[in-house]
């Protein structure tokens, strides 16, 4: 228990450490806007891998419609805030919490299905929120809507902090480790007397809600918000942090986030290098390490060598 | 009147979407892989036929023979070179090499001739006839014949020959197929060349019926043939034509109705009502799971 709580503060000292450097360097203008962008980017990034780690690489329901629950945070937000002239927080807090219900209304029926279906299922969904969005003249249709620049780097950190600090957490849980059961197998899980359909569910709906969250951020990042933003290219971005990163490793989604974040504003006036490059690595990363970079490894564990063995 | 002629609108549409879909289905059926390129083989079928009769000015039929033989070849680069590895992969990564595969073909072609669409030339003079008051073109004519005469086609390939008994014994079991003395790789190879064939022949009708093609053209067209797949019963063959025929109608009716804009909501509307419902599809038969 004490060694717990140990690793938590170092987490935490990290977390402030990490904070305060960066706020120094914008308030002394190091930083120009070009990369106090690029940071929150980074930011939302790892919010959404992490978010889809927890479906993913924890639970094992491969979902591809990721972008429909960043959609569906990001236009309540900006409903709450634009239109209602709400606090910006509290936007933050109904956008995710939207989410959650959307996560809810999509995982309690397609979550019975299985694998490909299931990805199919989830592509479905997502295009029919991005539809419904597209179909809404309240929110602009397809022109898209005007939203207020309201985001900055403290919003976008903390959101960070919290989904890390929430999905870890979660992960080792009693919760956590019977999604990680349903990921090894379903039907010993199953067999176990694990509710495997309860959890698949909740761990989809707090997934959803921390996709929310970030697309709350990236709503009132960007000034404006288009239904094409969230199509099935979106969905794929956020697969491939996952992917990279390594399907079960926390760690490794956020590395994996936070590299190609940067790799991507490079690329950013060549799209079809990007596109390429991205679709080349998924290609050689499944044929020659389908587990992903880190495999379900994470960060910490590379230091711990003296207690090997035990596990597995 | 109106009604029939979307009808007719649906029908056209709907067997290109039933000519996409057989490919999913009979990948699907031998080696239980979405083949998320598949999509993307229709876009350069409908390019192929595009330079080959606005460049090369070859006629319809040439040029519709010539996307089928190369998206044939195309189709089983791709299998040997991506998805061969993959045989005993798990789904997942099945699943995400397909997805990186669609995304690199689409990039690719967009890197070598830009994101902008073309639009194809007319190639057969377009004629309407009047039957009891319903507008019928000449194109969705030739569209609906060659798409059934292609659907004849294979089936006779399927049930007639031995390369046909080969596909039905290894998507029924390929263990035992390859006891039996069947080359698995090469029927796995052999259907991906038939599936891409046809999906190359639907991007050519595409491209004669709808006349503007680009490189993103794929990605809708092929989801919604994976539903009319999933509609009919993957991995069955009727299954996957009438499930392509009863989209194309739906989604006609639907324009009708004045919901033009829902129409592809509605295509995934039906996928997820199907996979709740009747995940098996109208023709498949209930299998129980086994540990």
């Known amino acids: ?312 | 009147m109106e009604w029939i002629q979307q009808l007719v609108n649906g029908i056209s549409l709907g067997s290109i979407y039933a000519l996409i879909a057989l490919g999913y289905t009979m990948v699907y059926g031998i080696i239980k892989l979405i083949n998320f390129a598949h999509g993307d083989v229709f876009m350069i079928g409908s390019f192929i036929g595009f330079y080959a009769i606005a460049k090369w000015e070859l006629g319809f039929f040439p040029a519709l023979l010539l996307a089928m033989v190369v998206c044939a070849i195309f189709g089983v680069l791709i299998e040997r070179i991506a998805y061969k590895r993959l045989r005993n992969a798990t789904r997942i990564a099945a699943l995400i090499t397909a997805i990186g595969v669609s995304l690199l073909i689409e990039y690719t072609t967009i890197y070598f001739r830009g994101a902008q669409p073309a639009a194809y030339p007319e190639v057969i003079t377009n004629k309407s006839f009047d039957v009891f008051g319903v507008q019928i073109s000449s194109t969705s004519i030739l569209i609906l014949s060659v798409a059934i005469v292609l659907m004849i086609l294979l089936q006779f390939i399927v049930h007639k020959t031995k390369i046909g008994k080969a596909m039905r014994a290894v998507s029924h079991d390929a263990d035992a197929a390859r006891l039996m003395g069947i080359n698995v790789d090469n029927t796995i190879s052999a259907t991906f060349a038939i599936g891409s064939a046809l999906a190359g022949a639907a991007g050519v009708i595409f491209g004669v019926y709808y006349t503007k093609i680009d490189p993103l053209m794929g990605v809708i067209p092929g989801v919604k043939a994976f539903i009319a797949a999933v509609l009919g019963g993957i991995g069955i063959i009727p299954g996957a034509m009438v499930g392509g025929m009863l989209l194309g109608v739906v989604e006609s009716l639907v324009s009708a109705l004045g919901f033009s804009l829902w129409r592809d909501a509605a295509a995934f509307v039906i996928l997820i009502l199907i996979l709740i419902f009747r995940p098996s599809g109208i023709f498949g038969k209930n299998a129980r799971e086994k540990v």
């Open chain 1, 1 to 312: 228990m004490m060694k717990k709580s140990k690793v938590f503060w170092g987490y935490a000292v990290l977390a402030l450490v990490i904070y305060a450097v960066v706020q120094i360097l914008i308030s002394t203008n190091v930083l120009d806007i070009y990369y106090q962008n690029m940071l929150i980017t980074m930011c939302i990034n790892i919010m959404l891998a992490v978010s889809l780690h927890i479906v993913i690489g924890i639970t094992g329901q491969f979902s591809i419609g990721h972008a429909g629950f960043l959609a569906v945070g990001a236009y309540v937000s900006a409903i709450i805030t634009t239109k209602l002239l709400l606090p910006f927080p509290l936007a933050i807090f109904l956008g995710a919490l939207a989410a959650a219900v959307a996560g809810l209304i999509v995982g309690i029926p397609t979550l019975r299905l299985k694998g490909d279906y299931l990805a199919i299922a989830t592509l479905g969904f997502a295009e029919i929120i991005r539809i419904i969005f597209l179909n809404t003249d309240y929110v602009g249709g397809a022109a898209g809507m005007q939203v207020l620049y309201l985001s900055n780097w403290s919003y976008a950190f903390i959101g960070v902090v919290l989904t890390i600090l929430v999905i870890s957490n979660f992960t080792n849980s009693r919760h956590g480790r019977a999604c990680i059961s349903i990921r090894e197998d379903e039907i010993a899980a199953d067999a176990m007397g694990i509710n495997t359909t309860y959890y698949k569910v909740v761990a989809f709906a707090i997934g959803s809600f921390f996709a929310g969250l970030a697309g709350a951020i990236f709503a009132h990042n960007f000034y404006i918000i288009q239904p094409t933003t969230f199509g099935f290219l979106k969905s794929f971005d956020i697969l491939i942090f996952v992917v990279l990163g390594g399907l079960g490793s926390l760690s490794g989604s956020v590395i994996a986030a936070i590299f190609l974040t940067v790799v991507s504003a490079y690329l950013a006036n060549f799209p079809e290098t990007r596109m390429i490059i991205y679709s080349l690595v998924l290609i050689v990363v499944m044929l020659y390490r389908p587990t992903g970079l880190m495999g379900t490894k994470e960060v910490a564990d590379l230091f711990k060598f003296g207690k090997k063995g035990g596990t597995k």
